[in-house]
């Protein structure tokens, strides 16, 4: 990746270039990479020309100074309070849920199941054109949960997207600015990612889309252009997001390696 990323930034002089990693490894991979790029002469070495970053890094970075972006922030003790006022004026609608919010920790699990649905693209809607489906097979109690959780979280997707910025909802917020942007001189490398979220996703394949090269970086044994490897493999997640940016890229026509 690093040779890869020399060889572009002497070829496209002036571009700019992103290094992206997960979260929890930012701090220490910016601190490698800046020393690998660096001038073995230069007593300190910065590369402005490089930002090493995470995806949600990245997200301040392009919309910093949008109006979406500054909106009012709300903590998780907010988001946790306004789920107890949802639940609360809605009770009457409420088959299951109604008496549950006064049991300890419930609010925090349907905070986290929102959550959940966020980074996997999954909106109210989904969830009920999934109840309203007479052909849908789950139990009358999962039908139930259903219903109400759909309720609170329409409500909540709301209220939260008319009053406050909604941090679970950032990638998306990202890969729509992204769209509209000419990415054409901004390269991106992906590193030490073996899976993604369904926004995480979504923002890669904008990125392939978009920009003038996306360079990403897995551990395999080999290149899945075909077909994944029975289970269980130790490069079965890998070789599962391998073969679906390919199949991106190719369906996009984008020109595409795999080294």
Known sequence: MMRILKNDRQQHAGDNFFYLVPNHIKFESEVEILKRLADPTAAIAAESD??????????WFFLRNSPKYQKQRISQAGINMLLYQIILDNQNKLILFSQEVHHPGFVDQVAHQIAEMQAGNVLPEDLLELYENEDTVISNDLRDKLHD?????????????DRYFDNHNILNLLSDHLEQLDLSTYHFYISDFSKFTAQESRLVETLISKAA?????????????DELPEEPNLFYQSAKLFLRLYKYAAAEKVPMSAR
């Open 149 to 161: 959780f759909s309720i609170i979280y329409s409500e909540y997707v709301k209220q939260i997207d």
């Open 213 to 225: 090269s996306v360079t990403v970086s897995l551990t395999l044994d080999q290149a899945y252009r």
């Open 50 to 59: 490089v930002q090493v970053l995470s995806f949600t890094r990245l997200a």
